[in-house]
């Protein structure tokens, strides 16, 4: 028995305890005090759950506002003092105690046998985009298998993410000089190799000028604050490997002697067409730049690292006008934000203004009409003229009643035609 | 990411189950409306409890969702609802259910 499940059933006691006082108690005012005690320990329970946001909401907008509703009404109404009449009906709750004895018994064999802690979270499919860093190369169109993943993307030019499911795949690039969207079964691709997609990741198919780079990544929570995953591809044919390598702005070219103190080495040794290892960094402004031998093939650029951004830096060379080689290179960078951490914040607000918007709508503007709804109910000429309409229907319904009586007594001999209806 | 196996779904759903059942036995036995109110209220907390173990379990963020939307759904239904008791109390004194009974069956 671990300390967590031992703090479990104390807290879950606590809330049985509180519902079971809740339920018991004469007075209102002492049963609102244990429902509240009730939802704090359900929000405890939505903390050790994984959903620190809903645990928030619990205590402010059910233990807080709702229960402060309750409280205002009971002593409005001074309900504390309002003692039960015995009840008519004394059979119900016997029979309610019954009912729910047999209800949770039921329930625990269902929740027992029915093997619900069986059930597996589902896998988020794989997603794809294509970049194009080949120089010198017309626009391409990417196929996996039959099914066109991109339109057309152009060089130096990245696609979207698109969802596609998890699977093997035959890889096929073509390059359409002509405009025309290329036929996959008559057209001979440019590119083409298997690739396997897997689940939970999200893959950048680089196609260069031979060939094509597929670089997997996890786009799923970066645990650790304040921090960027970053992967880094050398798309820049025939060279020696690269460094690439972060510099101190305080000292951007510094002497040989030193710098060890002023260059840092994020990826070293990166041969054409490999991309490094994923690694995190400190998020923060840095000044990036690669080298072949120790030499610069590129300006330092500027590198902004967002926190909780996955950055795909890729090295290709740069085109000139109209596409002629300037001998020169560039870099891309594709900073894409990871998945929030379930259930915070940023979790819900994201899946709120984007699945769930006409939801959320619908529910404002139900409580807009219950808003103006409780003003109507509470109005002093509702309640007069609803009290005015309960005296007429009431002596009509005697009225007619009497009629009814007194026809009946006429016909027959009974002495009473109802006794529920005189009220 | 999804932490905590030390604690199995079934313990949440079933404290649930519990507290459910508590809730129905509540509207069930209790006369004072205002005491009914809590009850049902007691209801969508344990529903609640339901909807967020099994969101956790399959790691989709929906459920807490619908937990939200339920948040919502009843600080409505306790707006119009508190403001039926005022209602019926100014006219009749009284908010005991046994002593409303205008529609007999």
Known sequence: MTLELIIFLIVAAVAIFAAAFMLVSRNAVHSALFLVTNMICLAFMYLVLNAPFLAMVQITVYAGAIMVLFMFVIMLLGAEKLGETPTRYKWLPIAGVGLATLFLVTAYFAIAQGNVGALKPIAKSPRVRVVHVGQGVPPVTVYLNNDRVTDSVGYGAASGFREVRAGDYNLLVFASTNGLTPDPTKDSPALAQPISLRAETATTIIATADRLIVVPEDLNTIDAVQTVRYTVVNALPANPPINFISIDPANPNPAPEDRAKYITILAPALPYGEFSRTTTLPAGKYKVAWEINNQRVNAPADLDARENTSQLIILYPEAGPAGSPTGRSTELVLADRTTSAFGGPNNIGETLFTTYLLPFELVSLLLLVAMVGAIILTREETVKRERKRVVVSNSAGVRRLNQVSASAMSLTEHKKPSEGAAD | ?105
């Open chain 2, 1 to 105: 990411m999804m932490g905590n196996p030390s604690i199995p779904i079934e313990y949440f759903v079933i404290l649930s189950a519990v507290l459910f059942v508590m809730g129905v036995l509540g509207v069930l036995v209790r006369r004072n409306a205002i005491m009914i109110f809590m009850s049902v209220e007691l209801m969508l907390n344990a529903a609640n409890l339901a909807l967020v173990a099994f969101s956790r379990q399959w790691g989709d963020v929906s459920g807490h969702l619908f937990v939200f939307f339920v948040m919502t759904v009843a600080a409505a239904e306790v707006a119009v609802g508190l403001a039926l008791i005022v209602a019926i109390f100014r006219q009749k004194q009284s908010i005991d259910i046994d002593e409303l009974h205008q529609m007999q069956g």
